[in-house]
């Protein structure tokens, strides 16, 4: 079974988020009213998370795959490169943040052929928590 890339993640993650609010706000949102009288801060706090998820809501909006020529053959050459970036940890220890680094870009260019199939369930569920979110706050 192959492994779970960047965007089905960020879907599952997003879904576990919004089922916890779906239940839970009712509960939360005094406990948080109360805390935000003692602490202010946690008001910036229910901002920050809802400007995070705009900008992912527009990072998502932004990502047009669909044209792209050989995307699924540089899919397949992305997916190649982590067990070489392994090995290259163990051998290059002090080379740990360059080597996160293209971890990273490696994940994400090897999601992107699968991304449309998860684009509108990933919008969705951004937009429910971020309703969730401003619902929080007041």
Request: glycine share 2%; proline share 5%.
């Amino acid at each position: 079974m192959a492994d779970e890339n960047l965007f089905e993640q960020l879907k599952t993650v997003l879904a576990d988020l919004k089922s916890f609010l779906d239940t839970n706000v009712p509960t939360i949102k005094p406990a948080i009213q109360a805390i935000a009288s003692l602490v202010p801060q946690v008001n910036d706090l229910l901002d920050q998370l809802i400007e995070l998820m705009n900008k992912l809501k527009a990072a998502l909006e932004n990502l047009d795959v669909g044209a792209i020529p050989g995307l699924a053959e540089v899919s397949a050459f992305t997916s190649k490169i982590p067990a070489l970036l392994d090995a290259a940890k163990k051998l290059l220890p002090n080379e740990t943040a360059s080597i996160d680094s293209i971890a990273s870009i490696t994940d994400v260019v090897t999601g992107l052929p699968s991304v449309d199939a998860v684009k509108a369930e990933i919008l969705a569920l951004i937009a429910a928590i971020v309703a969730h979110l401003n619902s929080l706050k007041g």
